[in-house]
């Protein structure tokens, strides 16, 4: 059965969606250095980054083929550097009024966070791994709320 199809939410009601996602970028403890230091040849990773993730959210419809398009009422990124694994932590939040979940815009900013941080890194670290991704909050709709234990 190769059938697939876009879930019809027209009997849904708007109501207020939120997700928060987070993923890491295990990096060599000499990248965490460097980027700590600023010492980079592409530039700070970060604001690049985060263009990534904002922009990425926005277009998760046009990535994933069965996802509604959503207007985003807002796309919040935050960034935090681990010592021990060395690693680069991304956070993404999405706020909609919708009549479906915005998860999977929290996930796919996350994760072009982690390809962004990458891509601006492979200079000098080829063997970075990115991990951890998943979902850690969402508040709104049908399913009802879920925190990450």
Known sequence: MDEFRMISVENKPVTRR???ARGR???SPETLRRVKARDIPKGDP???ARVAAIQAAKETSRILPLCHPLPLLGVEVAFRVEEEPP???AEVAVTADARTG???EALTGVAAALLSLYDMLKAIDKGMVLGD???YEKRG???GDYVRA
Do not use: D, I, N
Request: overall charge positive.
């Open 46 to 48: 970060f604001p690049v």
């Open 102 to 104: 915005v998860e999977m």
């Open 133 to 135: 991704v998943a979902l």
């Open 141 to 143: 709709g049908r399913s």
């Open 18 to 20: 939120y997700a928060r």
């Open 87 to 89: 690693a680069l932590w």
């Open 25 to 27: 970028l295990f990096v």
